[in-house]
């Protein structure tokens, strides 16, 4: 099921507010977010409509896992799907690791 979020991002001169859409999958202990820019407005500096963010689950808490893909764009594109991960993972109250033996 498709779920919808809006995302506020300070991108170059203005705050923006970025609808999205997205579905979150697990296969075994890997947890694949898709997300798609979901209204008419796109900024400038927001080089993909679509993306993913993966996580591995261990007890509970999830790991980001590092994505080539995302992180090969300007760096608006990258903080802002860091951004999107982070309202996605609030919203859907699961504990992420931030740093090696913390979570949050």
Do not use: H
């Not at 977010?33 to 261990?58: D, T, Y």
């Not at 995302?70 to 903080?79: C, I």
């Amino acid at each position: 099921m498709s779920k919808a979020i809006t995302v506020s991002y300070f991108g170059g001169v203005d705050q923006v507010e970025i609808p999205l859409s997205y579905v979150i999958n697990m296969a075994g202990n890997v947890q694949t977010i898709a997300c798609s820019v979901s209204g008419s407005r796109f900024p400038n500096w927001l080089q993909l409509r679509k993306f993913e963010m993966s996580s591995l689950k261990e007890n509970n808490i999830y790991t980001p896992l590092y994505s080539e893909v995302n992180n090969n764009k300007n760096m608006d594109t990258g903080l802002f799907i860091d951004k999107v991960y982070t309202n996605i993972m609030l919203a859907e109250k699961l504990k992420v690791r931030i740093f090696a033996n913390d979570a949050v």
